[in-house]
């Protein structure tokens, strides 16, 4: 038997699915040929790689991972974390509210005396100009 034969049905025959004379034959010329050997091996090896791959899981390793899981907050914990939240956020949006429009006016807390400037101030044509400014459309005509 070839080397080249050999080695195309070393799977099979170490998985004992090749049947006489053909697996004599094999192993016969495994006990000549070094090459086909370091083959053999090889295949052996990675046999057991695969085998190691599939080991099943220990028992007991589900509990042990549920046992180690932080446990579910409370509904009054979650309900405090929740308030605290809305403080905080109402805090630092009026904070931030009063530190945007402070600096545009000049002086204190006006945001809606921007706002309504802000509204004024449409461009020459614009409905918003016509509805402001009736007078100024009047004067122009
Ligand atoms: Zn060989």
């Not at 046999?47 to 007991?60: F, M, R, Y």
């Amino acid at each position: 038997m070839e080397c080249r034969e050999v080695q195309e049905r070393l799977s099979a025959w170490l998985d004992q699915e090749t049947a006489e004379p053909e697996a004599a034959a094999l192993a016969a010329h495994l006990e000549s040929c070094p090459v086909c050997r370091r083959e053999a091996e090889a295949w052996r090896r990675l046999d057991q790689v695969l085998a190691d791959l599939e080991a099943p899981t220990p028992s007991g390793l589900a509990p042990q991972v549920l046992s180690r899981l932080p446990r579910r907050r409370s509904r009054w914990q979650r309900s405090l974390s929740l308030a605290a939240s809305l403080v905080l956020g109402i805090t630092l949006g009026g904070a931030l509210a009063g530190n945007f429009f402070a600096p545009l006016n000049g002086e204190g807390n006006g945001g809606e005396v921007l706002a309504f400037e802000a509204f004024q101030d449409f461009p020459q044509g614009s409905l918003g100009h016509l509805l402001t400014y009736p007078a100024d459309e009047d004067s122009q005509a």
